[in-house]
């Protein structure tokens, strides 16, 4: 099994034959499975930017303030065929779900969990694809450990409402601009969120700033001019591009 | 592209009693047979009785006009819940002579010919008895037509004619196309053919014969789907097969309590006992149920109803202890007071109805297998769940038409079937534009609206505004302690006082737009009247900019949604 190397040839060649050697013994055994081996669940376009790798199942994400980024992140996976439950959420606006993608026929609400929430959270992670969480549920620091380890195990995306500790993405959500309304003018058309988003594996907080509602009547965000970089990055490298067009 | 007509007809008969809206309106009002009335839906007549029409009055007139021809003639109201019960009557006396008949619409009977024509004798025999029964046992007068396929026996029963067994093309050759709206039995689908039929005309196409010499790839190229049934209708063929009318009747099993019982353990144990009974009874009789009615009466004489979806396919032995767990749930939320229903009192008999029952083997599954790996997952933790919370701690939502974010959405628990959600395709005029809030209160709170002065602002009745609202404040949550400590700062303006709303601080506003006015339900008691107003707030300090949904009524104002 063991691949016999050449005496004479480089130090890295034989570096590289180990690895490869060792790679097919853990896919033949599958004793491991690499990061970036895990499934993705399919994401909105306009998502793309926040968590460029995707929206993973076994991962948490944590948002603060916004329920709307909440749904777009579920969304897509839900039009996808997945099943959804909000937990805890008693105000969640669930027409606002539908219009970012959620499939009311696989939605489930449990607005109060009460003292059961760490058994019904658990019992959502091992049967549903996404699980939403709200921020007053009556869970220990051990209970959300244990949820995450279930979360990972079963494949299934928690989405959840404020600080999680250990969470993959954290998504801070720090301005939020309107367009449309005026001095009683006017209505709420599009909007575009700028999002402080931390990763557990990069170190730095990058800012993006993403459209979220987009008119459709094409009344673009034009009253504030948006430097064509974006804006300012916190962090080193990847400079976000503004996207082109975000999905309403 | 021709389709054999051998494999998509039925030899059909079809039963029809002319006028009929007018005919049951009027049987309903007790009048004669031979008075003129009319039944008058919306600004026009929809039918009009043989008298009236001997009269001159004609479908489609308005009220005055056919008052103006005739002066005696009554009017009746419409309603189509008289309707389809009056003809019931009438289905029933077609069943007396040949069993499985079709309602098509009420009016209209669809009768399988072939073996009833058999028993009787010839096809003349048939539809002599099908008259004479109607006419004893219903007492209304009818019309009996026999053909090959739909279109061709409504035509036929409109003259009373037997079309041999292969002629409904040729026999249908020479009517109109206007004819093609006889055979579509639901508003939606009789506009589309009405539209059809008027764009054939123009072109020129004045007969069924001439529409049918046309290709059908050029028929279905043109007008899609409508075009395509229309050809195949009017060539005397069948789009689907007859649905029967449903005779299986639905299973019933009651439980009497020899002494009426209020412990939820006992009703438990008797919850479980009736739904064996009612699997053994399903399974005796060979068919599974696509929902179950629980129904328990109080020794009071109310009743609690509840009907549960079952998934046909997947519960085969767990059947029973299913259903148990859904009498268990129903009955402890109801005694316990937590859901609605009528005071609880101790129950003297419990029963559990199938409903929508079908023949074992005659359920559909899925297309590829039975349900998916997921869906069933998803369904065993949401029953967890619900064994944990009970009945009403899961719900299932359904978008319905409404003005507020609040009245958009129908939730139910889980399982459980509701009335039908109102209407998305209604206009509701004073609906809150998109994008929808993410943040609806399940209840509205109060909310501080103040103009730069720090006044509140006010909508007056023909909607003026007072100022223009420059700070919001929302209510803070009582447990925060800081906010708790700045109401108490003489600051604030409450010295020493703790009572009243705690308020956040002001948050300067943005943007505003409104207000718009939406007055619901004036006329009832749960009546309201507001006036809606987006804010959004400006951002900076730590703040994102939020918007709020507010609304001024009976002179306060209250938070309705975030757009968070």
Redesign the interface.
């Known amino acids: 099994m063991v691949n016999v190397v050449q005496a004479d040839s480089s130090r890295g060649d034989r570096l590289s034959a180990a690895r490869a050697a060792l790679k097919g013994v853990e896919e033949r055994l599958s004793t491991t499975r690499l990061a970036w081996d895990a499934p993705t669940l399919p994401l909105a376009e306009c998502l793309a930017l926040a968590l460029p790798e995707g929206l993973r199942r076994g991962q948490v994400v944590a948002v603060t303030g916004s329920t709307s980024l909440m749904f777009a992140l579920a969304g897509e996976a839900s039009r996808a065929g997945s099943w959804t439950a909000v937990i805890g959420m008693p105000h969640a606006g669930v027409v606002a779900a539908a219009g970012r993608g959620v499939d009311l026929t696989r939605l489930a609400l449990i607005p109060h969990p009460g003292i059961h929430a760490a058994a019904v959270v658990a019992s959502c992670v091992d049967g549903m694809d996404v699980v939403l969480l709200g921020s007053r549920l009556a869970m220990s620091d051990a209970d959300r450990r244990r949820i995450a380890a279930r979360a990972r195990e079963g494949g299934s995306a928690l989405i959840v409402t404020g600080p999680w500790p250990g969470a993959h993405a954290v998504l801070d959500v720090k301005e939020m601009h309107w367009d449309g309304p005026g001095a009683g003018d006017g209505r709420l058309r599009g909007r575009e969120m700028t999002v402080a988003i931390q990763g557990r594996s990069r170190g730095s907080v990058r800012t993006v700033t993403l459209a979220m509602d987009v008119d459709p009547q094409g009344r673009g965000l034009s009253r504030r001019a948006v430097p064509p970089d974006g804006v300012a990055t916190a962090g080193v490298g990847d400079a976000p591009a503004r996207p082109a067009k975000g999905a309403a | 592209m021709n389709i054999a007509p051998a494999h998509s007809v039925v030899r059909r008969a079809v039963l029809w009693v002319p006028d009929w809206p007018v005919v049951a309106a009027m049987a309903a009002a007790g009048m004669g047979g031979d008075a003129p009335a009319a039944v008058l839906h919306g600004r026009g007549l929809m039918a009009v009785s043989a008298a009236a029409r001997a009269a001159g009055v004609r479908r489609g007139m308005r009220k005055r006009q056919a008052q103006r021809v005739c002066p005696e003639l009554v009017i009746l109201p419409h309603d189509e819940g008289r309707d389809a019960r009056e003809f019931e009557a009438v289905a029933a006396a077609a069943e007396r002579v040949v069993s499985g008949v079709e309602i098509s619409r009420p009016g209209l009977l669809m009768i399988p010919a072939n073996g009833a024509t058999r028993f009787h004798g010839s096809e003349e025999a048939l539809a002599e008895a099908l008259v004479t029964g109607v006419a004893d046992d219903a007492a209304y007068e009818s019309c009996v037509g026999m053909a090959d396929g739909l279109l061709a026996a409504i035509v036929a029963a409109r003259g009373s004619a037997l079309v041999p067994a292969g002629s409904s093309c040729d026999f249908l050759a020479p009517y109109g196309v206007g004819a093609l709206a006889l055979a579509a039995m639901e508003r939606v689908q009789r506009v589309a053919v009405e539209d059809l039929v008027s764009v054939l005309v123009r072109l020129g196409l004045g007969t069924l014969g001439e529409f049918t010499a046309l290709p059908l790839g050029d028929v279905i190229a043109r007008f899609g789907p409508v075009g395509a049934w229309a050809h195949r209708i009017a060539r005397g063929e069948d789009v689907s097969p007859p649905v029967l009318r449903r005779s299986e009747d639905d299973i019933a099993v009651e439980y009497v309590f020899e002494e009426p019982a209020q412990r939820v353990e006992q009703l438990a144990l008797v919850a479980g006992f009736v739904a064996e009974q009612l699997d053994a009874a399903l399974l005796a009789s060979g068919v599974r149920c696509g929902r179950v009615r629980i129904t328990a009466r109080t020794e009071k004489g109310d009743v609690l109803e509840r009907v549960w979806r079952t998934d046909v396919g997947v519960r085969a032995g767990a059947f029973a202890r299913h259903m148990a767990d859904r009498v268990r749930w129903q009955l402890e939320g109801w005694l316990s007071g937590t859901s609605t229903g009528p005071e609880p009192a101790p129950l003297v008999a419990l029963g559990l109805t199938a409903e929508d029952v079908v023949l074992l083997g005659s359920e559909q599954a899925y297309l590829w297998g039975g349900v998916s790996g997921?869906?069933a997952?998803?369904?065993?933790?949401?029953e967890?769940?619900q064994g944990?919370?009970g009945v009403e701690?899961?719900?299932?939502?359904?978008?319905q038409g409404g003005r507020s974010?609040r009245d958009?959405?129908q939730?139910l628990p889980?399982g459980q079937e509701g009335q039908e959600p109102r209407s998305l395709g209604h206009p509701w005029p004073g609906r809150i534009?998109?994008?929808?809030?993410?943040?609806?209160?399940?209840t509205s709170e109060p909310l501080a609206v103040l103009d730069a002065g720090g006044r509140s602002v006010v909508v007056d009745r023909r909607l003026g505004?007072s100022a223009?609202p420059t700070w919001v404040r929302r209510q803070a949550d009582p447990r925060d302690g800081r906010a708790r400590a700045a109401h108490r700062h003489p600051s604030s303006g409450h010295v020493g006082g703790a009572e009243g709303p705690i308020w956040e601080a002001a948050r300067p506003v943005?943007?505003?737009?409104?207000p718009w006015p939406v007055s619901e339900r004036w006329w009832a008691e749960d009546g309201s009247r507001r006036a809606y107003v987006?804010?959004?707030m400006r951002?900076g300090d730590g703040e994102?900019?939020?918007?709020v949904l507010a609304a001024f009524t009976s002179g306060g104002w209250v938070l309705e949604?975030v757009?968070?």
Do not use: F, K, M
């Not at chain 2, 701690?393 to 978008?399: D, K, N, T």
């Not at chain 2, 943005?510 to 409104?514: Q, S, V």
């Not at chain 2, 994102?544 to 918007?547: E, F, T, V, W, Y």
């Open positions: 997921a869906d997952r998803a369904h065993r933790a949401v967890r769940v944990l919370l701690g899961v719900l299932s939502v359904r978008e974010p958009r959405v939730a889980w534009p998109d994008p929808a809030p993410a943040t609806v209160l399940a505004i223009p943005e943007a505003w737009a409104g987006q804010i959004a951002e994102s900019g939020l918007a949604a757009y968070d």
